[in-house]
């Protein structure tokens, strides 16, 4: 192998090399995925590195020398002296953020390489000495090839997780996963509900974020890893909706993801802003988007449970957005997601369906404020989800002028929000004590509604000053 084929590794076991000394560095290689992306000129944030030398002083060497922290991660299957992570300091906006320290497996280079998961990964660059890959397993031909190939099977039973990465690492990568991988995950697929939930998110996470994500899950339904990993929406398969829809549950889920991820990466073109000063609308970075993705994967999971074919043969799906919120909490416990992510995808699950309800009102300033407060803090994620729910659905008694009024109501509260976030709530004109006393209530929950029912009108331009804030007060009240 050419040295100038992974010339761009150089840079980083020479830094390396240098942090942890001589010594050290005789015994340690970079393997795995940063010699596989070094060959493919991509980017190297993540190091993974293998010592025959005690991974703890090698890591707090990396630590000290990028003011970064050193912590020991879970025990690997073979590991003996395991595994220590190093996360570079925030805020340095170094090349490489994290490097991963392990001891090499069954203490030697070549049973280390043999029991990682695919031979493209089966990789290592000395940190001394010439600048070669070991290569013992074909890695070098499958890169070239772009294929994802099993180092051995064996590889699925001791971590299951390695399935799931397969279907990530072919989509991230636009590789192919050869046949008999394919198969002997197939054979395997149940037990990619095996490793810990938040392991298993990581790898969705990656998948989900990456362009084409409906491709990418279709890359794990292929693998059978879609009912180990999300059953609920496996059960959506073949499930028919009503002459609205021209696609079953499944395939219908699919589109709104793809649309959502379409949405996301050009909301100006679906929503475009009017030409006001300062009016724009901040990108979401990738936490939200992700809220997104996943509010578009599950939010009708809900509707296996809720079907229905009413007297006049009409199909309905009532009350499947509360069901599916509670689905949705089932799903966080088992990816065990943040409490926050929880709550943003359980909002957007359960008012999915709210501008299509709203586009039945007056769509009033009123109206409009109600619904922002009813999806706070999620609305402009709720805007994008509504319209890509709305414009998977085109069935024969589906009309696209009903769409062109959806997306134009989405356009008006999109303003709406944005506006409010360039502008900010007007101040209250009343505390809750000056409330109390011009309703000659004391403190309390009536109080509360009073406060709520003044910033609403404030919102809506409806009071302006203080002499028209106590008078709607007064009348509230009965005063």
Request: hydrophobic share 45%; net charge negative; proline share 6%.
């Amino acid at each position: 192998m050419p040295a100038a084929l992974v010339d761009g590794v150089d840079p980083v076991r020479r830094e390396v090399a240098g942090w942890v000394g001589e010594e050290a560095a005789g015994s340690t290689w970079l393997v795995g995925g940063v010699v596989r992306d070094a060959l493919l000129g991509r980017p190297l944030p993540d190091v993974d590195i293998a010592t025959a030398a005690d991974p703890e002083p090698v890591a707090r060497a990396i630590a000290r020398a990028t003011g970064g922290t050193a912590f020991r991660m879970g025990d690997r299957p073979g590991d003996e002296a395991g595994c220590w992570r190093v996360v570079t300091a925030p805020g340095t906006a170094p090349a490489v953020t994290q490097y991963d320290v392990c001891a090499l497996r069954g203490g030697a280079l070549r049973s280390d390489l043999a029991a990682r998961d695919f031979a493209a990964n089966a990789l290592a660059v000395p940190l001394v000495g010439p600048l070669e890959v070991v290569d013992h397993h074909g890695g070098l031909d499958d890169v070239a090839t772009a294929t994802v190939r099993m180092v051995d099977a064996a590889a699925f039973d001791d971590d299951p997780l390695r399935m799931l990465r397969a279907a990530r690492l072919a989509h991230v990568l636009g590789w192919t996963i050869d046949q008999p991988t394919c198969d002997a995950i197939r054979t395997r697929s149940a037990r990619a509900a095996e490793p810990a939930g938040e392991r298993t998110f990581a790898e969705l996470r990656a998948l989900l974020l990456h362009p084409e994500a409906r491709r990418g899950w279709r890359r794990l339904e292929a693998l059978d890893l879609d009912l180990a990993v999300l059953p609920e929406l496996r059960a959506c398969h073949g499930i028919a909706q009503s002459a609205f829809h021209h696609l079953d549950v499944h395939e219908h889920t699919l589109a709104v993801l793809d649309n959502a991820e379409d949405l996301l990466a050009a909301p100006d073109f679906w929503l475009p802003l009017p030409d006001e000063p300062g009016l724009v609308a901040t990108p979401l970075d990738d936490d939200r988007r992700l809220v997104v993705l996943l509010a578009a994967l599950l939010h009708d999971l809900g509707k296996p449970g809720t079907r229905a074919v009413l007297d006049d043969g009409r199909v309905s799906f009532a009350g499947h957005d509360t069901t599916g919120v509670v689905i949705a909490g089932v799903i966080a416990d088992r990816w065990r997601l943040s409490n926050v992510v929880r709550r943003d995808l359980g909002r957007l699950v359960g008012t999915h369906l709210a501008l299509g309800y709203l586009l039945h009102g007056d769509r009033s300033p009123r109206d409009r404020w109600r619904f922002r407060q009813e999806l706070a803090p999620v609305v402009a994620e709720g805007v994008l989800l509504s319209v890509a729910d709305r414009l998977a659905t085109a069935g024969v008694a589906d009309r696209r002028r009903w769409v062109r009024a959806h997306l134009d109501l989405a356009r008006t509260v999109w303003a709406d929000h944005w506006r409010e976030q360039r502008d900010g709530v007007p101040r209250p004109l009343l505390d809750g004590r000056a409330i109390a006393d011009v309703a000659g209530v004391p403190p309390g929950p009536r109080v509360g509604e009073f406060v709520a029912a003044l910033a609403e009108a404030q919102a809506v331009g409806e009071v302006t000053d203080r002499a028209a804030a106590e008078q709607l007060v007064r009348s509230l009240a009965g005063a």
